[in-house]
């Protein structure tokens, strides 16, 4: 048995434009081609072959697994990994190069992370606004700038809301207005947290959050979530292991990204928790208006016995993506301190969008799209679920959401080694983007998020389809 150790593999500018690992999988099957490999041959380790490449050991793993797959090499435990004696045909190897090639293939079916429908957004009663106000402006009847904390009368009527609906009493000064909930997490960071101290998030969970919290130099300690939520003892083993917590991040009312929502049992512990340590909730309610439990639910933080809490809000999940502002609810001290700070970065923010979003509030609109919007996706979530049980049947675990625009889903079959990259690359070069897995984790994790919100019923069906062809 020869093993072609001097085999000289080098990569085809060709191929530039493929992923890494697909770039390895071309160049090997070229070799198998042009007779440089031949059926029966040992191709180098997985760490030769890094080692020669320049590459990371798992892309090669990768691209081995893939050529497996794909009936190039078989391997043998402990033994190597061979150029296969039957390979396959080659009208079969073009057209998996062809596949290949489509990776720049223009993406049909995108699966975000929960964001409304555009064209179910009310568009058009959000321009007639905007409109309004630019008229008011040409017309030198309206004084644009205003306090950093953001249009006062929008802020009045976001207190009576969250006053009215949510439980979280307090005022317009309670508020500030931000571009959007990341906006807002990041000037919470930077307000609230030093370095040395340490926020406890949700694993899996949002990491943008997580950066904009090491970001402000805190250390970032991860929490498991299960069905109930956040798992509230091993926040309790950072207490005890003398962890200078200064905040604990959640997203009780459809924990992001696994929907799980907080049970009152651990919304009870974690308030007290709180209060006895010292430390801050974060809540980011991202999609609480899109409830189709038809119970009310609250904040965590409407709790008249949390001390010390902020509350983040956004409006680009309720009723549009373009509508990107959000809003931090606290106490009047830390708001103040919040206010200081936006007005370094970010003096006006956005006086036109803010008093337009003022006027659908005002003039009940806005309430009236979200009554709609819980109907319509609803019945997408419903048919989603349809789909599931009808092409991914035991081949996946999942829990119906109660809020939000997203399915978590978990495959039951245990997947290989970098699975996460391959299907993301693979479903691309099928004209489906998506945002997986290793997303939400730390370093790895098995689980995926499908959003249904933005998404056409027929190319769900399509896309549910085609990932059945992995699981």
Not at 92 to 98: A, D
Not at 276 to 281: D, G, I, M
Not at 295 to 320: A, H, I, Q
Not at 455 to 465: C, D, G, R, T
Request: proline content about 3%; charged content about 25%.
């Amino acid at each position: 048995m020869l093993r072609p150790w001097n085999l000289d593999l080098e990569i085809d500018e060709k191929y530039s434009h493929l992923p890494i690992y697909k770039q390895i999988v071309e160049t090997i099957i070229d070799a198998v081609y042009s007779g440089k490999l031949k059926k029966g041959n040992v191709l180098p380790g997985t760490r030769k072959l890094a080692d020669m490449l320049q590459v990371n050991r798992n892309t090669v793993i990768e691209a081995y697994n893939q050529l497996e797959y794909q009936g190039w090499v078989t391997s043998k435990q402990r033994t190597g990994t061979f150029v296969s004696y039957n390979l396959p045909s080659q009208e079969t190897g073009q057209m998996f190069t062809e596949s290949l090639k489509n990776t720049s293939l223009i993406n049909k079916i995108v699966f975000d992370q929960g964001l409304p429908d555009t064209n179910f957004s009310p568009m058009e009663d959000i321009i007639r606004e905007y409109k309004v106000v630019l008229k008011k402006i040409q017309k030198q009847k309206l004084y644009t700038f205003t306090d950093s904390a953001g249009y006062k009368k929008l802020r009045v009527i976001l207190s009576q809301m969250l006053n009215h609906q949510r439980g979280i009493i307090g005022d317009e000064n309670n508020i500030c207005i931000t571009r959007g909930s990341q906006m807002a997490l990041f000037l919470v960071s930077q307000c609230l947290l030093k370095t040395g101290d340490c926020v406890i998030v949700e694993h899996p969970g949002y990491r943008l959050a997580w950066d904009a919290f090491g970001y402000a130099g805190a250390t970032v300690l991860y929490a498991e979530v299960d069905s109930d939520g956040i798992i509230i003892s091993d926040v309790k083993k950072y207490i005890e292991m003398g962890m200078k917590i200064k905040a604990v991040y959640v997203s009780p009312n459809s924990q992001f990204p696994t929907t799980a929502i907080l049970s009152e049992a651990r919304r009870k512990e974690l308030v007290e928790l709180s209060n006895a340590h010292n430390f801050y909730v974060i809540e980011d309610d991202y999609c609480i208006d899109l409830n189709y439990t038809g119970n009310r639910l609250l904040p965590l933080c409407s709790d008249e016995r949390l001390k010390n809490y902020v509350y983040v809000g956004t409006f680009s999940r309720s009723v549009s993506p373009f509508l990107k502002i959000g809003y931090v609810a606290s106490s009047h001290i830390f708001i103040k301190k919040l206010v200081a700070l936006r007005r370094i970065i970010d003096i006006n923010g956005d006086p036109i969008m803010e008093r337009a979003l003022f006027n659908l509030m005002k003039d009940g609109i806005y309430t009236k799209h979200v009554k709609k919007s819980v109907q319509h996706y609803k019945n997408k979530r419903d048919f989603l679920d349809g789909l599931l049980n009808k092409y991914l049947k035991g081949k996946i675990t999942y829990v119906k959401p109660q809020l939000g625009l997203g399915y978590w889903i978990i495959p039951l079959k245990p997947m290989l080694n970098d699975f996460e990259i391959f299907l993301k690359d693979e479903l691309i070069s099928r004209g489906i983007r998506s945002i997986i897995g290793y997303d939400y984790y730390k370093n790895e994790g098995e689980g995926f998020l499908i959003s249904f919100g933005s998404v056409s019923e027929a190319n769900l069906e399509e896309a549910i389809k085609i990932l059945a062809d992995y699981f």
